[in-house]
């Protein structure tokens, strides 16, 4: 990450943080018994998210070095067809943290050259078909539940992922570098 990248994402950040807090005011104008607990609820988020950041910024360090370019053009490119959806599907069921621990990574799989299918894949795995949550599933509303529950939501998942990037093409959006 160059300085110029941080100085944007940390224009963005004040960015959201600035339009938050307006929001906020509103919201507790209109609705003044609901602002106390919106306030904790964005104090705990908040406090996860500072305490999360700094193992992100490793992450992603890492995952620059673990996933060079052309290893992820050749698994998750244009040429890697059905199976490269497979294989994205498999990684977001993997991870075990929060959903926006995936945002960063995804952004990097396009940088360095992903389908975009792929990657939304990646996500909507993340999202909603991690292991550790599929086992506590079983656990507790059983084996026929579960299976049809994560059945229906890879298709789901697959069908979003390719709708997406159909929309896309159809637009005639192409996802660049500054872009992301």
Same mark, same amino acid.
């Given at each position: +990450?160059?300085?110029?990248?941080?100085?944007?994402?940390?224009?963005?950040?004040?960015?959201?943080?600035?339009?938050?807090?307006?929001?906020?005011?509103?919201?507790?104008?209109?609705?003044?018994?609901?602002?106390? +607990? %919106?306030?904790?609820?964005?104090?705990?988020? %908040?406090?996860?998210?500072?305490?999360?950041?700094?193992?992100?910024?490793?992450?992603?360090?890492?995952?620059?070095?673990?996933?060079?370019?052309?290893?992820?053009?050749?698994?998750?490119?244009?040429?890697?067809?059905?199976?490269?959806?497979?294989?994205?599907?498999?990684?977001?069921?993997?991870?075990?943290?929060?959903?926006?621990?995936?945002?960063?990574?995804?952004?990097?799989?396009?940088?360095?050259?992903?389908?975009?299918?792929?990657?939304?894949?990646? +996500?909507?795995?993340?999202? %909603?078909?991690?292991?550790?949550?599929?086992?506590?599933?079983?656990?507790?509303?059983?084996?026929?539940?579960?299976?049809?529950?994560?059945?229906?939501?890879?298709?789901?998942?697959?069908?979003?992922?390719?709708?997406?990037?159909?929309?896309?093409?159809?637009?005639?959006?192409?996802?660049?570098?500054? %872009?992301?």
């Amino acid at each position: +990450m160059t300085v110029r990248d941080f100085i944007r994402l940390f224009k963005k950040m004040i960015f959201v943080i600035i339009a938050t807090a307006v929001l906020m005011f509103i919201l507790g104008y209109f609705f003044p018994d609901e602002q106390a +607990m %919106s306030l904790a609820i964005m104090k705990e988020y %908040s406090l996860e998210v500072i305490l999360v950041f700094p193992a992100v910024l490793v992450l992603m360090g890492l995952v620059d070095i673990w996933m060079p370019r052309e290893m992820v053009r050749r698994h998750f490119g244009d040429t890697a067809g059905f199976r490269g959806l497979l294989l994205s599907v498999f990684l977001g069921t993997l991870p075990a943290g929060p959903l926006f621990i995936a945002f960063p990574i995804a952004g990097k799989m396009l940088r360095k050259g992903a389908r975009v299918a792929n990657v939304v894949a990646f +996500m909507g795995a993340w999202a %909603s078909l991690k292991m550790s949550e599929i086992g506590m599933e079983i656990y507790f509303l059983g084996v026929k539940f579960a299976f049809l529950r994560v059945v229906l939501t890879l298709i789901a998942v697959l069908g979003i992922a390719l709708i997406t990037e159909k929309m896309l093409t159809v637009a005639g959006k192409e996802l660049t570098k500054e %872009s992301i």
